[in-house]
């Protein structure tokens, strides 16, 4: 199976933008869809977005619809997530996930995913 280490947090101000990355070593990467999650402190850790294998479907949540954008580039096994208009109530963790199946991200099935990176702290503040 694969390992995954994200990159790419940090400190911003309100409005700007951050670019995330999750690398993945070993495994099949391209059988995997790939998913976004944060946990803010004190919190549950949420679902934020999906990629399917191939790269052309992608499901993100309502709160960040219009706002961050999911893509991935299978011959560098890496899936990034954009990140605009950045608010202090996005200051999380964050956290890519594989998992076979495309529809357990969508279900928000969180036990059902046994793969997940170390996260990056993504921090919104002026």
């Known amino acids: 199976q694969v390992q995954l280490v994200e990159s790419g947090g940090g400190l911003v101000q309100?409005?700007?933008?951050?670019?995330?990355?999750c690398v993945a070593s070993g495994g099949t990467f391209i059988?995997?869809?790939?998913?976004?999650f944060r946990q803010a402190p004190g919190k549950e850790r949420?679902?934020?977005?999906?990629?399917?294998?191939?790269?052309?479907?992608?499901?993100?949540?309502?709160?960040v619809k219009g706002r961050f954008t999911i893509?991935?580039?299978?011959?560098k096994r890496?899936?990034?997530?954009?990140?605009?208009?950045?608010?202090?109530?996005?200051?999380a963790v964050y956290y890519c996930a594989a998992h076979h199946d495309y529809f357990t991200f969508?279900?928000?099935?969180?036990?059902?995913?046994?793969?997940?990176?170390?996260?990056?702290l993504v921090t919104v503040s002026s």
């Open 14 to 21: 309100p409005g700007e933008s951050l670019k995330l990355s």
């Open 78 to 91: 890496t899936v990034y997530l954009q990140m605009n208009s950045l608010k202090p109530e996005d200051t």
């Open 71 to 75: 893509s991935r580039d299978n011959a």
């Open 31 to 36: 059988s995997y869809s790939m998913g976004w």
């Open 106 to 120: 969508i279900r928000r099935w969180i036990t059902h995913l046994e793969i997940w990176g170390q996260g990056t």
């Open 46 to 63: 949420e679902f934020v977005g999906v990629i399917n294998w191939g790269g052309d479907s992608t499901y993100l949540e309502d709160s």
